[in-house]
């Protein structure tokens, strides 16, 4: 069983940066793949971005790319989203997973946290 906790959303102009943070349970999350998704309103939960357990490995959304950084730090159980030069349409609610493999698809991830709020003002 893993919880997951997000924190660090909140209102943010266009172009300027915010770092998510997703703190994680369990003595097992080095064994685990880190996603991050996002839901905007009256929109389907998007892939933004996943990581492998040992952190070499990363892939991200065609929409982000080059602008967020995924990254972990597994001594402190915790995974980041860097999102660096934010866009009013990155507004959405954003939701950290697990999985036990290097999936994109909402469907493969086993556990969720509870969101964070992001709102990006242009």
């Known amino acids: 069983q893993v919880q997951l906790v997000e924190s660090g959303g909140g209102l943010v102009q266009a172009g300027d940066s915010l770092r998510l943070s997703c703190a994680a349970s369990?003595?097992?999350?080095?064994?685990?793949?880190m996603g991050w998704f996002r839901q905007a309103p009256g929109k389907e939960r998007e892939f933004v971005a996943v990581?492998?357990?040992?952190?070499?490995?990363?892939y991200y959304a065609d929409s982000v790319k080059g602008r967020f950084t995924i990254s972990r730090d597994n001594a402190k159980n915790t995974v980041y989203l860097q999102m660096s030069s934010p866009k009013p349409e990155d507004t959405a609610v954003y939701y950290c997973?697990?999985?036990?493999?290097?999936?994109?698809?909402?469907?493969?991830?086993?556990?969720w946290g509870q969101g964070t709020q992001v709102t990006v003002s242009s």
């Open positions: 997973a697990a999985a036990t493999y290097f999936r994109t698809v909402a469907g493969s991830y086993d556990y």
């Open positions: 369990g003595r097992t999350f080095s064994s685990y793949n």
């Open positions: 990581i492998k357990g040992r952190g070499a490995t990363t």
